[in-house]
């Protein structure tokens, strides 16, 4: 079945150490979304591709970055992990094409635990 | 500052009952907006509106718009207890950003 495919479903890392968060699709989706969702909050938004095209959030703190190498692949690196970043991150998609919305397909989430 | 807000926070009903659920939204190049229901992994997408007045209906929840009001509700008649989740409003602008609220927590007790 088509969908969206977050790996690893959870990761625990060490404060400062360096991760990778990866998500997957064969929706053939051209837009990516990365959100990071606290405990008890609403969704936000770090950043998102259209296509190729990169869009950063105002308020994303640097130690976020993202890799889009191919339609089907979207990767989150948190450089150096604080505790304050232990979160859900989930990965949507979406099709946009005049005349439709962002239907969104999210993944499972990846949770993250930063020790 | 563009935001989303719902109420209640949260609320409890018993089986059977009928909820409508809240969402107001200051948003300077709105385009759409968007309802979730999040239960224990990812939020689900349930409905998209773009027009005022026009109700979008799946099963038995439903939704609207009102544009002059900037707001919307989601209703859910004759509830179940699956239907149990937090429930996300969100606001797709022009910049193809969401901005959400913080989401209703709703509780259907048997």
């Known amino acids: 079945d088509a969908m969206v495919i977050q790996n690893p479903r959870y990761q625990v890392t060490q404060f400062g150490k360096p991760v990778t968060l990866s998500c997957s699709q064969t929706?053939?989706?051209?837009?990516m979304y990365w959100y990071q969702q606290k405990s008890s909050q609403a969704p936000k938004l770090l950043f998102h591709?259209?296509?190729?095209?990169?869009?950063n959030e105002a308020d994303t703190p640097d130690n976020f970055q993202s890799r889009r190498p191919n339609t089907s692949f979207c990767f989150l690196d948190i450089r150096s992990p604080g505790l304050g970043d232990a979160a859900m991150y989930l990965c949507?998609?979406?099709?946009?094409?005049?005349?439709?919305?962002?239907?969104?397909?999210f993944g499972p989430g990846t949770r993250l635990t930063v020790l | 500052e563009d935001k989303v807000v719902q109420s209640p926070l949260s609320l409890v009903v018993h089986e059977g009952d009928t909820v409508t659920l809240n969402c107001s939204y200051e948003?300077?190049?709105?385009?759409?907006l968007l309802w979730y229901k999040q239960e224990k992994k990812a939020p689900t997408f349930l409905f998209m509106l773009t027009s005022s007045g026009i109700e979008k209906k799946s099963g038995r929840l439903s939704s609207i718009l009102d544009k002059k009001e900037l707001s919307s509700i989601l209703n859910i008649t004759a509830t179940q207890t699956g239907d149990s989740a937090i429930y996300l409003c969100a606001v797709w602008d022009r910049d193809d950003k969401i901005i959400f609220g913080k989401g209703t927590r709703l509780h259907i007790l048997p």
């Open positions: 949507a998609t979406s099709r946009e094409t005049p005349g439709t919305g962002p239907e969104q397909f």
């Open positions: 948003v300077t190049n709105f385009r759409s």
């Open positions: 591709y259209y296509d190729k095209d990169f869009n």
């Open positions: 929706l053939n989706h051209n837009v």
